[in-house]
């Protein structure tokens, strides 16, 4: 007997909203519980028809036999995914709890036909025939065993004696009836319990006044409580109001009298004195700083000074002759920096702008950036010195580039003149340089955008082919095939000679350090 399982679901799209009407390539799964990945049993149905509102039929079982055992531990969680061509998707609606109870029927019917012999299907029908008839005759001659040895005068006999016992039970006087009837009649006659329970419930009835009258006498003695307790209150409260009101008249008449009184003068509270813009003497400001809402603040001369808690007067800050700020300036005590916007020189006292000097006076080196970030510096326009010291090697020249070209290989101008590539051809003439990461001096802009940095003279890194020979310090180098390198020979023509080694190399390819220079 097969093992299937008949479902009626719903389809939905991702949205939610009912699938479109159409046949459907459907992958069923059965889950442990709502939330498992992990399916315990799955089927894949093809051709599923779904009708408007995404409701469609199936018989489950058939490809992938269900089995019993899946529903040992209670119900499973059922989940449906659409089959595509370019995979599955994820379910869309929620799992459907399933019991399988027509699978475990299945199975009991099975074992109850292996235990009555009946054969598996693929018997013949005339056989099982055979086999019914046998049963069934078998089950006659049992009857009419039975009938000729049992005949109806027995039967007639056992009822009659089962009459006359009913009748016994009813007509003693010590029966069981009679004892139930009496007990009966003890429960509700003159001395019978619903007696006690009448007398009891009269009881009570007679005592509801009494106690009626004593719950109204307790709620009047709280309410009595309650009423003098509030009548304290309202006598403090009174009490506080008349002290709050002579205090307000004292406030009152002392205000009138401060408001009578004549303005003070400088001279009486030891201030400065001031007569219209002018101020003679010096402004001292203990607390709460200055604030100056309009006009500004102008002096010839400023001295401030840092105050601390124990107001002690620490050593000046701050002295300067002239300050002028015309925009933001921040002070950063972690790091004892000053950030400000922008700086500009000026000419002299003139408030025009012009030559900004720094260290004029010690003549220290000025450092700009950091050895960690090394972002270095932007001029726009010449820059004039003594002397100009690099920290790395060579002097470069930016290039545009055709194809690509990386650092270490030998750069030779193009037949067009217009961009250079690594070299391809041994002892190129057109070679010009070796191309580089970073060089102590660069020229021609931004290496971003199909540009390349090329070493034209000094010390740079070239990818070389030494082969057997080897190559020494000294030796004169060529441009070669894919861009490295190799020893001159004497027969090398003019100008195919670039840079001399000044690293060796024994054998083979590697990268050797070279001293560049057009021969």
């Given at each position: 007997m097969a093992q299937i399982m008949e479902f009626s679901g719903r389809l939905t799209r991702s949205d939610k909203r009912p699938a479109n009407p159409g046949r459907y390539d459907l992958r069923f799964e059965l889950h442990a519980s709502a939330g498992d990945d992990d399916p315990l049993w799955e089927e894949t149905v093809r051709g599923i028809e779904v009708v408007p509102g995404g409701f469609f039929r199936?018989?489950?079982?058939?490809?992938?036999?269900?089995?019993?055992?899946?529903?040992?531990?209670?119900?499973?969680?059922?989940?449906?995914?659409?089959?595509?061509?370019?995979?599955?998707?994820?379910?869309?609606?929620?799992r459907v709890p399933v019991t399988g109870m027509m699978v475990r029927l299945a199975e009991r019917v099975r074992a109850l036909e292996d235990r009555l012999g009946v054969q598996p299907d693929h018997v013949e029908v005339d056989e099982r025939q055979a086999q019914v008839l046998e049963a069934i005759e078998a089950l006659e001659q049992r009857i009419e065993d039975l009938e000729r040895e049992v005949e109806s005068s027995d039967v007639e006999e056992r009822i009659r004696a089962l009459t006359d016992r009913v009748t016994r039970i009813d007509d003693e006087e010590d029966g069981r009836l009679i004892r139930i009837?009496?007990?009966?009649?003890?429960?509700?006659?003159?001395?019978?319990?619903?007696?006690?329970?009448?007398?009891?419930?009269?009881?009570?009835?007679?005592?509801?006044?009494?106690?009626?009258?004593?719950?109204?006498?307790?709620?009047?003695?709280?309410?009595?409580?309650?009423?003098?307790v509030l009548r304290k209150d309202i006598d403090q409260l009174s009490q506080t109001i008349e002290t709050l009101r002579l205090g307000?008249?004292?406030?009152?008449?002392?205000?009138?009298?401060i408001a009578n009184q004549p303005p003070p003068t400088a001279e009486a509270v030891g201030a400065v004195s001031r007569q219209g813009d002018v101020m003679t003497g010096g402004l001292t400001i203990n607390r709460g700083g200055l604030e100056v809402l309009s006009g500004g603040i102008t002096c010839r001369g400023a001295n401030v000074n840092s105050l601390e808690a124990s107001h002690q007067v620490k050593a000046p800050k701050v002295i300067c002759d002239a300050l002028e700020l015309r925009g933001d300036l921040t002070v950063d005590n972690t790091h004892r920096v000053i950030q400000v916007r922008a700086i500009e020189g000026r000419q002299g006292s003139a408030r025009k702008d012009g030559l900004l000097t720094l260290n004029a006076r010690g003549g220290a080196e000025v450092v700009i950036g950091n050895a960690e970030e090394?972002?270095?510096?932007?001029?726009?326009?010449?820059?004039?010195?003594?002397?100009?010291?690099?920290?790395?090697?060579?002097?470069?020249?930016?290039?545009?580039?055709?194809?690509?070209?990386?650092?270490?290989?030998?750069?030779?101008?193009?037949?067009?003149?217009?961009?250079?590539?690594?070299?391809?051809?041994d002892a190129d003439p057109a070679v010009i340089g070796v191309c580089v990461d970073q060089a102590g001096l660069s020229v021609g802009g931004s290496t971003v955008g199909g540009r390349a940095l090329v070493v034209l003279q000094g010390v740079a890194h070239v990818d070389v082919d030494?082969?057997?020979?080897?190559?020494?310090?000294?030796?004169?180098?060529?441009?070669?095939?894919?861009?490295?390198?190799?020893?001159?020979?004497?027969?090398?023509?003019?100008?195919?000679?670039?840079?001399?080694?000044?690293s060796p190399l024994a054998e083979g390819q590697g990268r050797i350090a070279v001293l560049v220079g057009i021969c």
């Open positions: 199936v018989v489950l079982g058939r490809s992938a036999p269900l089995s019993a055992q899946l529903f040992d531990n209670g119900p499973r969680w059922l989940g449906v995914r659409v089959v595509r061509k370019r995979g599955i998707d994820d379910e869309t609606a929620p009837e009496d007990e009966l009649e003890d429960l509700i006659g003159p001395d019978g319990d619903v007696v006690d329970l009448n007398e009891r419930m009269d009881r009570i009835e007679g005592k509801a006044p009494e106690l009626i009258a004593n719950l109204r006498l307790r709620e009047k003695e709280q309410s009595r409580e309650r009423v003098g307000s008249s004292r406030l009152a008449a002392r205000l009138d009298e090394a972002r270095g510096a932007q001029v726009h326009g010449p820059v004039t010195g003594g002397s100009f010291h690099a920290e790395g090697v060579g002097l470069a020249q930016v290039f545009d580039v055709y194809g690509s070209i990386a650092p270490g290989q030998v750069a030779a101008m193009r037949p067009d003149g217009a961009k250079v590539e690594f070299s391809k051809r030494a082969g057997s020979d080897g190559i020494a310090v000294g030796d004169l180098l060529v441009a070669g095939p894919e861009g490295r390198a190799r020893k001159a020979g004497p027969d090398a023509p003019r100008g195919a000679v670039f840079g001399k080694a000044v």
